[in-house]
């Protein structure tokens, strides 16, 4: 049983920035075996939909939605099973709560929201004020 823990959230001005961890806890290679998987950050503002942000493939290959390059840079530390997304220059637009997810090569790895056979976690709030 993979499970995710967002952190790092929190309120700040406009052209703030802000590091989100996504902690991974359990052993992926149970969950995937040998196959590749895709770990995204998605967000879903308040009565909107979900938003993909920004996705890593298991051997590091990144990208990003395109209103959003530049801004924020995903990374991961694959030795502490920690995903991150460096959030820079925010915009009042990016309010939202953050989810990191991951999910199996039977989809499409890229910035968008996971499929529902994926598995993600709670969130981090992420408040922009202007």
């Known amino acids: 049983q993979v499970q995710l823990v967002e952190s790092g959230g929190g309120s700040v001005q406009t052209g703030g920035s802000l590091k989100l961890s996504c902690t991974v806890s359990?052993?992926?290679?149970?969950?995937?075996?040998?196959?590749?998987?895709?770990m995204v950050w998605f967000r879903q503002a308040q009565g909107k939909d979900r938003e993909g942000v920004a996705a890593?493939?298991?051997?590091?290959?990144?990208q990003y939605a395109e209103s959003l390059k530049g801004r924020f840079t995903i990374s991961k530390d694959s030795a502490k099973n920690i995903l991150y997304l460096q959030m820079d220059n925010l915009k009042p637009e990016d309010t939202a709560m953050y989810h990191c997810?991951?999910?199996?090569?039977?989809?499409?790895?890229?910035?968008?929201?996971?499929?529902?056979?994926?598995?993600w976690g709670q969130g981090t709030q992420v408040t922009v004020s202007s």
């Open positions: 359990g052993d992926i290679r149970v969950r995937y075996g040998p196959r590749p998987y895709c």
């Open positions: 890593i493939e298991y051997h590091g290959s990144t």
């Open positions: 997810a991951i999910y199996g090569d039977d989809w499409l790895c890229g910035p968008y929201p996971p499929p529902t056979d994926g598995t």
